[in-house]
Structure formats: structure tokens, C-alpha cells
């Protein structure tokens, strides 16, 4: 397992996250989860520290309670 804190490894998960996003382009941390555990091998801590990263970072943004993905 890489290294989750590294930006390198954010960036990873969000390409993970956006090849996998439902039809409804967006995510909650329960989509999260199982897609990041399965492609990144990282468990609920991890996912909602990456997930917080790329918020923070703006590659996510929140509207109503769920996750949408900018154009990176």
C-alpha cells in the first residue's frame, strides 16, 4: 500500500473515485469506501482523509450532503 498521504496518492484515489462514480456523478463516503478499499486497499480512516484532502484542495465539492468531482 502506498502511501496515503502523499498528493501523488490523493490525485490516485480521485482518478479511482471518477472511474467508478455512479450515473448521478456524485458520491457519498459510502460510495467512497468500498471503491477506495477495493482499488486502494484503504480503509474508512483513510478514505475520509483522502477524501477531506481533495475537498480541501478542491477536486470535490459538496452539494447537499454529497460529493461532486470539479474538471481536473
Not at 37 to 58: C, F, H, S, W
Request: without cysteine.
Amino acid at each position: 500500500m502506498g502511501n496515503h498521504h502523499s498528493p501523488y496518492f490523493a490525485l490516485d484515489a480521485l482518478e479511482a473515485l471518477a472511474r467508478r462514480l455512479p450515473d448521478e456523478r456524485e458520491l457519498t463516503y459510502e460510495h467512497a469506501y468500498p471503491i477506495l478499499n477495493e482499488e486502494k486497499d484503504l480503509g474508512q480512516p483513510a478514505t475520509e482523509d483522502i477524501v477531506e484532502r481533495l475537498y480541501m484542495k478542491d477536486y470535490l465539492y459538496e452539494v447537499e450532503g454529497k460529493f461532486r468531482l470539479t474538471d481536473f
